[in-house]
């Protein structure tokens, strides 16, 4: 028992991976195994009638797959919003609409080019507080809201009138790509009466359930084996690949390969959320927070993918680590026709200190105070209650982390000092 | 077609190419070396980087064609049957692996900066790994497992006997 703990073990991984031994999904190769290339749609909003007719004629081409030869042609982790393959239109630029099936990979990229997309574009929304608007182009059959977390302690007003500062800011973030370095691969075979989808994933038990209920099998029918992942950081929680070459698998009966290239990689999987956070936060004379309201909206593209998750943390993350007694927020996920956003370092937490430390840097610039000392008044002690109620009983070592970094900040030498290379 | 042979990781080798084929395919479909990675195609992240003639290249920028004749050394050729590479053991010891994607090429870009440069500086290091993209690990542990290389290899590369 705890052998390991205080030691520098040497990671189990390792050596494989300093030896190019280790096998990412691009890595395994089988006999008279085929190539799959995803056709994506190069529009962000259009209704679309497929032809693949040309392509199915070239030599080398197996099959091409499409929205009709899914059984349930759907999936997504908490709505079900995503189609494998879209069939009537597509809802932004990247939206997989064929897999075309070759014995090479170089066939399967000449096919790709000889099908015959119609789009027929439809008004798009690209902002998410328009798509907020009632008369915004609708990206799903409902409207393009689709979750509003709400936090309510104290009273906003009240304290707000009695402040001393008050700073009212609106604070947009960007989007942003996890860029792992080993782009989405994979490949699936069938064993037996099973198959076997070999893919770089962070949640194998879902991708086999995603798969099982496209597919329309039964759980144990599907094999997901995850080899090894080259970063992820919540860019591998949805599927992109993964139903499309069990599909492959299944339809032909031999082993179908896909690899994507860095664009494709870029297209296919989720960002993080851009927000827009207006902030109003308030201090008493003696630079004690005394109210925060915030309305934060993140967009999530096309779908839904953990945009609830992320936004209601976003939403409980609003006031950063800081005591405030009186506090409203109000957090929304909206659809547009940008590329999908999920999952991402930090799963909401990550945008919301762009405003909250920016709101008390301003409010310590309009009381006169030095900035560490007002984050050192206010920031959570043990003891402290949270805006959601959570009492901070067990450590909350941040006044010595602020202390700490104050000393190196002031110190201003080198690495021995704490200087950040 | 063309039939092409060249020395990689010391052996003698032969493989039939043709025109639109890149070092980096080369290695990894016909010769099976799968350790060199592509993570972008377009020589900007440096997974797939090889040393060719004692230089690093990146093999997605190299027509299969420009290595014949070559010596090419790829992360197989690193580690003897028994025993890593003073290098790839400071990776494992420093804890400067993580996904492992970028590692093979940075691996090779240190084994040519530290043959050119024995006993570099944190910034020649930087430098030296600067074509090689890592999404991990911030960097800072793998400068620590090649400054730590440069120590076992100046002192005859075997510190842990």
Known sequence: MLKQVGKAEIRVDGPAKVTGRASYPQDLYMAGMLYGKTLRSSKPHAEITIDTTEAEGLKGVIKILTFKDVPHNHYGVLFKDHEVFCSKKVRSIGDPIAFVIATSEKIAHMAIEKIKIDYRELPGVFDAIEAMQSDAPKIHDKGNLIYHYKLRRGNVESAFDRAAAVAENTYRTSMVDHAFLQPEAGLAYLEGSQVVVCVATQYPHFDRQEISEALALPLDRIKVINPAVGGAFGGREDITLQIHLALAAILIGRPVKAVYSREESFAAHSKRHPMVMTYKTAADAEGKLIAMEASIVGDTGAYASWAINVIRKAGVHATGPYVIPNVKVDSYVVYTNNPFAGAMRGFGATQVPIAHEQQMDILAEKLRLDPIEFRLKNCFKPGDRTATGQLLHHSVPLVECIDKVSEWMNQNTGADGGAIE | MKEISLRVNGEER????????????????????????????????????????????????????????????????????????????????????????????????????????????????????????????????????????????????????
Do not use: W
Not at chain 2, 67 to 94: N, S
Not at chain 2, 136 to 154: Q, R
């Open chain 2, 14 to 161: 032969s493989a039939e190419i043709h025109e639109e084929m890149r070092l980096l395919d080369l290695l990894r479909d016909a010769l099976h070396l799968t350790g060199t990675k592509e993570g972008c195609g377009e020589g900007e992240c440096g997974a797939c980087t090889v040393i060719m003639e004692g230089k690093t290249v990146n093999s997605c920028m190299v027509m299969a064609f420009q290595a014949e004749g070559k010596e090419i050394i790829t992360i197989e050729g690193m580690a003897t049957k028994d025993k890593l590479h003073p290098i790839q053991r400071a990776f494992l010891e420093k804890g400067a692996v993580q996904c492992g994607f970028c590692i093979p090429g940075m691996v090779l870009s240190a084994k040519v900066l530290l043959d050119e440069n024995p006993i570099p500086t944190r910034d020649e290091i930087r430098e030296g790994i600067s074509g090689n993209l890592c999404r991990c690990t911030g960097y800072n542990k793998i400068v620590d497992a090649i400054e730590t290389a440069a120590g076992y290899l100046n002192t005859g590369g075997d510190s842990n006997a």
